[in-house]
Every structure is written in structure tokens, then in C-alpha cells.
């Protein structure tokens, strides 16, 4: 008997369990136009986490994103790389990485408009407590607010001068 440790097993696609997805890992997914929702996570309780994404784009087996705006218009080209090389090469230029994709036109995102009814639900107990000690926070303790004004040009000139005579960028 040889025993091997155990590695941790690489996400694969489900579709029976829904995925919490790590802000991180939706951004990632999202940004590449891929669903990650799919994925069973490794993360605590099954999270999807970036590693989990970044693995599943490098074997290939994340499904495109479709969204309810592409299920009605057409999807628009994402990348022209042919557009690319041939302006790089009329301009007598090298572009870095000719495989490299140039993005014409980015997604528009779908806005939920308020269709249909809504359902009022009304406030929990402690949700009523929260409001009034704010309200009551408001009304009995002294608010105030104050502005100043700064002459900023005397900076502003220096740091015209350290850029353009130390190449600083100070911000």
C-alpha cells in the first residue's frame, strides 16, 4: 500500500449546485466574457475563488457569458485581429503580440428596468430601531459642517517642475 497525499481536486462544471462566486473571480470571469457560475468552487463552502477561474480558462472549459440582451439582439464582433495587423503593417509598425486581440466595441450592460409590480415588505423590528436612533441621532445631536479654502499654486507649480525636470509624477 502506498499511500499519496491527497491533492486538491480541480474545479469542473456542475450545474446542479449553484456557485458562490468571489467578487474577484466574477470580475475575472466577467472581464474575459465568460460564465463562471458553472464551476464548483474550492474555496470555504464551495466558493468560487480566482485560482478556480484562472484554472478553468486555462483548460478551456468555461462556457461563453450569455446575458438577456444578447438572446434578443445580435452579438456584436468582439475582436478583430485581421484590423489590427493590417493597420500596424499600412503604418509601417510592430504591434507586440500579433495573436493579440483588439477590442472594437465593449458590451453594454443590461439595465433591469422596473417592469411589473413590487411586493412592499415591511421593516423588521430591529430595521424600525436602527431608523429611529438615526432619525432621533439627527435631530438631537449638533450637526456641523465646514469648508476651507486652500491656495494650491505654489504645489501645483512644483509639481509642474518635478515632472517635467525629474520625470516624478506626484499625485
Not at 18 to 46: C, D, F, M, Q, Y
Not at 122 to 143: C, D, F
Request: no cysteine; proline share 11%; glycine share 6%.
Amino acid at each position: 500500500d502506498e499511500s499519496t497525499p491527497s491533492q486538491p481536486t480541480p474545479p469542473h462544471p456542475t450545474r446542479n449546485v449553484p456557485s458562490i462566486l468571489l467578487p474577484a473571480a466574477r470580475h475575472l470571469a466577467e472581464s474575459r466574457g465568460l460564465n463562471a457560475t458553472v464551476l464548483s468552487g474550492s474555496g470555504k463552502g464551495g466558493r468560487v475563488t480566482k485560482g478556480d477561474v484562472l484554472q478553468a480558462i486555462a483548460d478551456g472549459t468555461l462556457p461563453p457569458l450569455v446575458s438577456a440582451t444578447e438572446s434578443v439582439a445580435p452579438p456584436a464582433p468582439a475582436t478583430t485581429t485581421q484590423a489590427a495587423t493590417t493597420t500596424a503593417a499600412t503604418k509601417g509598425t510592430k504591434t507586440a503580440d500579433p495573436t493579440a486581440t483588439v477590442p472594437t466595441e465593449l458590451p453594454v450592460p443590461h439595465v433591469h428596468a422596473a417592469e411589473g409590480s413590487f411586493a412592499d415588505t415591511p421593516n423588521s423590528k430591529m430595521r424600525k430601531i436602527i431608523a429611529s436612533r438615526l432619525t432621533e441621532s439627527k435631530a438631537t445631536v449638533p450637526h456641523f459642517y465646514t469648508s476651507m479654502e486652500i491656495p494650491l499654486d505654489a504645489i501645483l507649480a512644483l509639481r509642474k517642475q518635478l515632472a517635467s525636470q525629474h520625470d516624478v509624477k506626484v499625485s
